[in-house]
């Protein structure tokens, strides 16, 4: 329903930032939530944040919370993810999703994915 892109992934020194940019097609990005997850090495994917089509309402898992700040901008169907202060364990494929729930967590309840971008942050 809606198609999404990642980039901005790459490889970074710990302590360093990344942006993150998941591009949307069609007219109703403004509709959905946008969440982002991530896939470590060997582990299942879990939750980074996320970011209701009101952008003034936002959430984060605890291991991210104060150093990545989600954001979006719905005149150019992009959302955004920026990721400060980076640490190895950050070290993940990491994905844009959308739902049309209202704060979820989950990855059952995003309807449509991004295919990824590789984010490695060096020790």
């Known amino acids: 329903q809606v198609q999404l892109v990642e980039t901005g992934g790459g490889l970074v020194q710990a302590g360093g930032s990344l942006r993150l940019s998941c591009a949307a097609s069609g007219r109703t990005f403004s509709n959905y939530v946008v969440g982002w997850f991530r896939q470590p090495p060997g582990k299942e994917r879990e939750f980074v944040a996320g970011i209701n089509w009101r952008p003034g309402f936002t959430y984060y898992a605890a291991s991210v919370q104060g150093r990545f700040d989600v954001s979006r901008d719905n005149a150019k169907n992009t959302g955004y993810l920026q990721m400060n202060r980076l640490k190895p364990m950050d070290t993940a494929v990491y994905y844009c999703?959308?739902?049309?729930?209202?704060?979820?967590?989950?990855?059952?309840?995003?309807?449509?994915w991004g295919q990824g971008t590789q984010v490695t942050v060096s020790s």
């Open positions: 999703a959308a739902a049309a729930n209202y704060g979820s967590r989950l990855a059952q309840d995003f309807d449509s």
